[in-house]
Nanobody, 115 residues
Framework: QVQLVESGGGLVQPGGSLRLSCAAS????????MGWYRQAPGKQRELVAA???????NYLDSVKGRFTISRDNAKNTVYLQMNSLKPDDTAVYYC?????????WGQGTQVTVSS
C-alpha cells in the first residue's frame, strides 16, 4: 500500500522558516516526479514546487527565491525548505507523487504563518 507521510508543519512567525518532509513508501521512488501543493481556506489547491526524476525543478512564482524543493532517493523522501515565510503562505501543504497516469497524495500538513 502506497503511503506519503508529510511532516514538519506548524506555526511560525512571518520571516521564519520551516522544512517539510514527505516520506514515500513507493517502489521505484526515483522515477516519480514529486511535488508540493497547498490549499488555503476558500482557495483552490495549487502547485508550489515540483522536482522531476532528473532533478529539474519548478516553482510557483510567489515562492521563487524563498522555497527550495529537494529529494533524497536513498531515503524515498522529498523536502520543501521554506524561508522568509509570509502570512499568505498559510495553508495545508500536500505531498504528491506522479508517474504517467499514477498519482498519489499525502494527508497534508498545516503551515500557519502568523505573529
Amino acid at each position: 500500500q502506497v503511503q506519503l507521510v508529510e511532516s514538519g508543519g506548524g506555526l511560525v512567525q512571518p520571516g521564519g522558516s520551516l522544512r517539510l518532509s514527505c516520506a514515500a513508501s513507493i517502489v521505484n521512488f526515483a522515477v516519480y516526479t514529486m511535488g508540493w501543493y497547498r490549499q488555503a481556506p476558500g482557495k483552490q489547491r495549487e502547485l508550489v514546487a515540483a522536482i522531476t526524476s532528473g532533478g529539474n525543478t519548478n516553482y510557483l512564482d510567489s515562492v521563487k527565491g524563498r522555497f527550495t524543493i529537494s529529494r533524497d532517493n536513498a531515503k524515498n523522501t522529498v523536502y520543501l525548505q521554506m524561508n522568509s515565510l509570509k502570512p499568505d503562505d498559510t495553508a495545508v501543504y500536500y505531498c504528491n507523487a506522479g508517474y504517467g497516469s499514477i498519482r498519489w497524495w499525502g494527508q497534508g500538513t498545516q503551515v500557519t504563518v502568523s505573529s
